[in-house]
């Protein structure tokens, strides 16, 4: 064993050194952007809780409801005896909400994209991958052992003259909907074209466009005016619906075949009653109340503004919003500036963003109030002088 503790050991270091040591930090949230750190109250400003719904008092009845009626966990894979009634109604909310035929749950919007590449993918396949693919997306493919290809971040053009070098004949084109790191949105419609002229199979990751684009917060197809029947979409409900869980939409025969095939579907246990009930309620609030998806525009808009007055230019719409400060020690100056002002944004460093882009991933939630945008702005404006 004495070979693991040196090599265990060996690799900490090295991270230590080059500053990219991860550490889990203990937060207490005490409301949807609010929490403890060290026992001293700082103000989200990183957190994918774009709406706030984590809070939402009606959805915490919701699951405290299922809670009692349910039990605590589901006890089971769906094909055993996990499936309930619960998960079977977000099931068909998540499918309307979407406008897709069916919809089907996973544990977390991680499994939803390894379950749906490895499931379709084959070793003999092509995978063309936006150069900024998260990681799940990514172990996918290499899970289902296809060749990987990939193309220049959100460049059509790109994706043209790979396809003519990488001939085959079952390809697949994959994206993030919003990326998650940049928060700009993938050029949909362009990549759609491509798929239709070359018979390709485009599979969307829209963790990050659910609750946050498009109308009423329907996403990114909704956004660009796309038929879901054009993509698979995949999404979580872990971000913007507050709750836990991933997602395929798509139409049935996708879904009978996932049930059928896709190893993270079977051979793990159903969702939690409570997080199922949580998401339910989480759609059906922003079913009724749109304006929930506006006031995150309102204070995207907000944030953006802000940003461009201190000479910070991120183009789009979406709630992510990039300050690329370059190296990991810049970031992490960022980030305990703004803690020391009560403004908690970690750096975000390389695997996670490519070498030389380590950042503050900024995100506003339509739980923000204006004071705390207003606040954050006056603070990094102070941390960007001391730089
Ligand atoms: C683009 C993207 N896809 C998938 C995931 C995974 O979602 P979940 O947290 O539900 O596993 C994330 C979250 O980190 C993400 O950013």
Redesign the pocket.
């Known amino acids: 064993m004495d070979w693991l503790q040196g090599f265990l050991h060996g690799t900490l270091e090295e991270l230590e050194l080059a500053r990219l040591k991860r550490q889990l930090t203990p937060l207490i949230p005490v409301g949807p952007v609010r929490a403890l750190w060290e026992g001293r109250e700082v103000v989200l400003f990183c957190s994918?809780n774009y709406l706030g719904l984590t809070h939402d008092p009606r959805v915490i009845a919701r699951a405290q409801e299922a809670l009692t009626k349910y039990g605590a966990g589901s006890g089971a894979a769906r094909l055993v005896s996990g499936h309930t009634p619960l998960h079977q109604a977000l099931e068909e909310a998540l499918a309307r909400f979407k406008g897709a035929a069916r919809a089907l749950l996973f544990p977390?919007?991680?499994?939803a994209?390894i379950a749906v590449l490895s499931a379709l993918v084959g070793r003999h396949d092509i995978v063309f991958c936006d150069r900024l693919c998260?990681a799940?997306?990514l172990d996918g493919v290499l899970l289902s052992g296809a060749k990987l290809v990939r193309f220049q971040h959100n460049d059509p053009v790109s994706l043209r003259r790979l396809l003519a070098a990488h001939p085959g004949r079952r390809r697949f084109v994959v994206t993030?909907g919003v990326?998650?790191m940049d928060g700009d949105m993938a050029p949909l419609r362009e990549l759609v074209a491509l798929a239709e002229e070359f018979s390709l199979v485009v599979v969307v990751?829209d963790?990050?466009g659910t609750g946050t684009v498009g109308p009423g917060g329907r996403g990114v197809l909704a956004a660009q005016g796309i038929s879901p029947e054009k993509v698979i979409l995949t999404g979580?409900?872990?971000?913007a619906l507050g709750s836990?869980?991933?997602f395929v939409a798509g139409p049935a025969v996708l879904i009978e075949y996932l049930t059928n095939r896709a190893r993270p579907f079977i051979f793990t246990t159903a969702l939690p009653p409570a997080s199922v009930a949580s998401a339910i309620a989480a759609i059906e609030i922003l079913e009724a109340e749109p304006e929930l998806v506006e006031r995150l525009a309102e204070n995207a808009r907000l944030m953006r503004e802000g940003l461009t007055a201190l000479g910070i230019s991120v183009p789009g719409e979406t709630p992510i919003l990039p300050l690329i400060l370059g190296t990991p020690e810049k970031a992490r100056r960022a980030q305990e500036y703004l803690l020391a002002r009560g403004y908690y944004v970690p750096a975000i460093r390389p695997p996670t963003v490519p070498p030389g882009t380590a950042r503050l991933r900024i995100t506003v939630s339509a739980a923000h109030t204006k004071e705390e945008i207003a606040g954050f702005l006056a603070a990094l404006r102070e941390a960007l002088a001391a730089a």
């Open positions: 994918n977390t919007g991680y499994t994209n998260h799940s997306l993030e990326f998650s990751d963790a990050h979580t409900l872990s971000k836990l869980g991933g």
